[in-house]
C-alpha cells in the first residue's frame, strides 16, 4: 500500500492534512484556554513588548516605501487615464486594505514569529514541555496563549501604524514629487473611503496575528532533533505562515468585496 512507504504517491497529501488538522486542534486549544484562570498577564505584557521592540521600526521603514510606491505607480497611472483626482482615494484604499495588513503579516512572522518558534522549540527539545505536563500545568495555558494573544494585539497596533505612515507617506509623494493637488487628494479619498474599509483591515491584522502565532507555537512544539531540528522548524514557520497569510487575503478580500458595497461620489 502507498500509506504504509515513506516515499508512496498519498503519503504527502495525508501527511499535510493531518499536519492541518492537528494545526487546527491546536488553534482551538488555544482559543479554549484563552479565558481560563490564571490567566497570565504577566507573560502576555513581557511577549506584547518583545513583540513590538522587534517589528516596530522594521514595520515603519518598510512601510514608507510600500506607500511610496503605490502613491508613484498610481499617480502616473491616474495622470495616463485622466483621473488625477482618483489618486487619494486608490492609493489610500490600498494601503489601508491589502498593504498595511501584508505588512504587519510579514513582518509579526518574519520576525516574531521565528523567535517564537525558537524559543518553544528549544524549550521542547530540553524537556521543559514535557516537565509542564508532568507538573499538571497545561503548557497551552502557561506558554502559548500568552504568546499568540501578544501576536495578535501587536499585529492590530502595527496595522494601525503601517496605514498612518503609509498614507502620510503616499500624500508627500503624490503632492510634492508628483505635483498633485492637497485638496484633491483629499476629498477623494474622503468621498470613496467607507470606515468599513479600516475595519476589514483591523479584523485581517487580528486573524494575520492568531495565525502566525499558532503557526509558530505549533512549529516550536514539534521539531525535529537536536538544534537543527529547532532551526528547520523556524524555517517552516516563516514559509507555512506566509503562504496561509496570502491564502486568507484573497478570501477575505474576495468576501468583502462582495457583501460590502462600494461607496459612491
Given at each position: 500500500m502507498a500509506l504504509s512507504t515513506g516515499a508512496g504517491g498519498r503519503v504527502a497529501p495525508v501527511r499535510a492534512l493531518a499536519q492541518v488538522g492537528r494545526m487546527s486542534t491546536l488553534a482551538w486549544e488555544i482559543a479554549r484556554n484563552t479565558p481560563r484562570r490564571p490567566f497570565q498577564w504577566r507573560e502576555l505584557i513581557?511577549?506584547?513588548?518583545?513583540?513590538?521592540?522587534?517589528?516596530?521600526?522594521?514595520?515603519?521603514?518598510?512601510?514608507?516605501?510600500?506607500?511610496?510606491?503605490?502613491?508613484?505607480?498610481?499617480?502616473?497611472?491616474?495622470?495616463?487615464?485622466?483621473?488625477?483626482?482618483?489618486?487619494?482615494?486608490?492609493?489610500?484604499?490600498?494601503?489601508?486594505?491589502?498593504?498595511?495588513?501584508?505588512?504587519?503579516?510579514?513582518?509579526?512572522?518574519?520576525?516574531?514569529?521565528?523567535?517564537?518558534?525558537?524559543?518553544?522549540?528549544?524549550?521542547?527539545?530540553?524537556?521543559?514541555?514535557?516537565?509542564?505536563?508532568?507538573?499538571?500545568?497545561?503548557?497551552?495555558?502557561?506558554?502559548?496563549?500568552?504568546?499568540v494573544l501578544g501576536m495578535t494585539i501587536v499585529a492590530v497596533l502595527l496595522n494601525g501604524l503601517v496605514s498612518v505612515v503609509g498614507v502620510v507617506g503616499g500624500y508627500y509623494f503624490n503632492v510634492v514629487m508628483q505635483g498633485g493637488t492637497p485638496g484633491a487628494y483629499l476629498a477623494s479619498f474622503n468621498a470613496l473611503a467607507q470606515l468599513s474599509d479600516l475595519w476589514v483591515s483591523e479584523f485581517k491584522a487580528v486573524l494575520y496575528g492568531f495565525v502566525a502565532g499558532t503557526v509558530a507555537a505549533y512549529r516550536g512544539l514539534n521539531p525535529g532533533r537536536g538544534p537543527k531540528g529547532v532551526g528547520d522548524a523556524v524555517n517552516q514557520t516563516v514559509v507555512v505562515t506566509f503562504l496561509l497569510l496570502f491564502l486568507i487575503n484573497v478570501v477575505i478580500t474576495g468576501i468583502y468585496l462582495q457583501i460590502v458595497p462600494p461607496k459612491g461620489m
Open positions: 513581557q511577549q506584547c513588548w518583545f513583540f513590538a521592540s522587534v517589528t516596530i521600526l522594521p514595520t515603519a521603514l518598510v512601510s514608507i516605501p510600500f506607500g511610496a510606491v503605490i502613491a508613484l505607480q498610481l499617480g502616473s497611472l491616474t495622470q495616463q487615464i485622466g483621473a488625477q483626482s482618483f489618486t487619494g482615494a486608490a492609493s489610500a484604499l490600498a494601503i489601508i486594505q491589502q498593504a498595511s495588513p501584508l505588512i504587519t503579516a510579514l513582518l509579526v512572522a518574519g520576525a516574531g514569529g521565528s523567535a517564537m518558534c525558537a524559543d518553544i522549540g528549544s524549550r521542547t527539545i530540553r524537556e521543559e514541555i514535557d516537565a509542564l505536563e508532568v507538573l499538571g500545568v497545561s503548557p497551552v495555558q502557561r506558554l502559548i496563549v500568552p504568546r
